[in-house]
């Protein structure tokens, strides 16, 4: 089992937050890890992504150069760099309330969802990288629910404990929305 992931959108989205998530359930899962970032100069809207891998054993090279198996997309400017980094038969999740006209995939699926949307409607568009990580779970396998949900009462319960149920929340929104769009209601 290994999973190359690369999670994408403008500063201040939080898809390194999302990536942290990941590496965090995958450490809790007694996984294999490795995470690395890129981001613009800007610290809100520029470009920023998180690559992580996931293996049940070592990891060799924590590269992930055009070959994710999974790749997030939340925002219009990042979006082509995750459809051309999507590994054949690979999985890009795509929010379609913030790019416009996605592309038909190519030898890979993709999923739309409007995340930024539905994080309004659970009270803060902030809340969108976890309804997009809810719904890589459903869609992928990567993590079982449960650890992310763990894992997000322990990084926000110390800090914002306000911001657990929240999350959680929202998680469990990307979740079943995914399980409805595949059919796994």
């Given at each position: 089992m290994l999973y190359k992931c690369m999670f994408s959108g403008s500063g201040g989205q939080g898809s390194a937050l999302m990536a942290k998530m990941v590496c965090l359930g995958a450490i809790k899962e007694n996984l294999k890890v490795v995470m690395t970032q890129t981001y613009g100069i800007e610290q809100r809207g520029g470009d920023s992504t998180a690559y992580v891998i996931i293996s049940a054993e070592p990891i060799g090279s924590p590269i992930v150069e055009n070959d994710a198996d999974i790749a997030v997309a939340l925002s219009q400017s990042i979006y082509k760099n995750c459809y051309e980094g999507v590994a054949p038969d690979g999985k890009l999740f795509t929010n379609t309330s913030m790019i416009e006209t996605p592309k038909d995939a190519n030898g890979f699926d993709q999923v739309l969802l409007p995340v930024s949307e539905m994080g309004i409607k659970l009270g803060t568009v902030r809340c969108a990288n976890m309804v997009m990580l809810g719904a890589v779970l459903a869609g992928t396998g990567i993590?079982?629910?449960?650890?992310?949900?763990?894992?997000?009462?322990?990084v926000f319960g110390a800090?914002?404990?306000?911001?657990?149920?929240?999350?959680?929340e929202a998680l469990r929104a990307g979740y079943a929305a995914m399980n409805k769009e595949s059919g796994n209601e």
């Open positions: 993590l079982k629910l449960e650890t992310v949900e763990e894992v997000v009462n322990e800090k914002k404990p306000k911001l657990v149920g929240l999350n959680i």
